[in-house]
């Protein structure tokens, strides 16, 4: 193996079992704390463009049972995916839908919601989840949202985003329970917005 394919490739986890688990959980608790903004500190150093966040996430939640897709500029660099196989020996799908996780470096090209697994009836819990790496991202401004786990209403802001993302969420919100979820990724930082989250116009805004 070519010592700089093997020197990022040994860029995983310091402690796998204990940062994985952190990483798992502020995942979890993101997706049930929506719109709430929480620290994800790694010191991963994987190749580009996948950030830290992105290949934190990554280690954390997928294996080799649990296929996932890249988007143009994540495939486009071949270390992206071995660096993936060789920490998770998850495979790399060629179609949006056949992923259980997509990860999206960049997210103003982000794919439309009904290309992703959204689930069955029977089995709402086979969607995909979008991890989308934002420059920016913000619970003090931007739409509002309601819904399981937020009290009252909760804002989040991510960017750069598809312009009709606004749209893109109220109709995948209104196809409940199927859908998919989203988790923001910004430098050291995660929010999670999962298909339960309503969109809240300002009329419709409830009491707090």
Do not use: K
Request: proline residues 13%; charged residues 15%; aromatic residues 6%.
């Amino acid at each position: 193996m070519p010592h700089d394919l093997a020197r990022q490739l040994a860029h995983g986890f310091a402690d796998p079992v204990h940062e994985g688990q952190a990483v798992f959980r502020a995942a979890m608790e993101a997706l049930s704390r929506p719109g709430r903004i929480r620290p994800l500190p790694t010191g991963l150093r994987p190749p580009a463009p996948l950030t830290p966040e992105l290949a934190a996430l990554a280690l954390a939640l997928v294996d080799a049972d649990t296929p996932v897709w890249l988007d143009a500029p994540l495939r486009a660099e071949p270390a992206v995916a071995g660096f993936l196989r060789f920490h998770t020996g998850a495979p790399i799908v060629a179609s949006p839908e056949q992923a259980a996780f997509a990860l999206i470096a960049d997210p103003a090209r982000c794919p439309a919601f009904t290309e992703f697994a959204q689930g069955t009836p029977a089995y709402p819990d086979a969607s995909a989840t979008l991890v989308l790496a934002v420059e920016t991202l913000s619970d003090e401004s931007g739409p509002a949202f309601t819904g399981p786990g937020i009290r009252g209403t909760e804002r989040l802001d991510a960017g750069p985003l598809p312009a009709d993302w606004a749209s893109r969420w109220a109709a995948n919100h209104a196809g409940f329970p199927l859908g998919i979820d989203c988790l923001f990724v910004a430098p050291g930082r995660l929010a999670g917005l999962p298909r339960s989250a309503r969109p809240v116009t300002p009329e419709a805004t409830p009491c707090t």
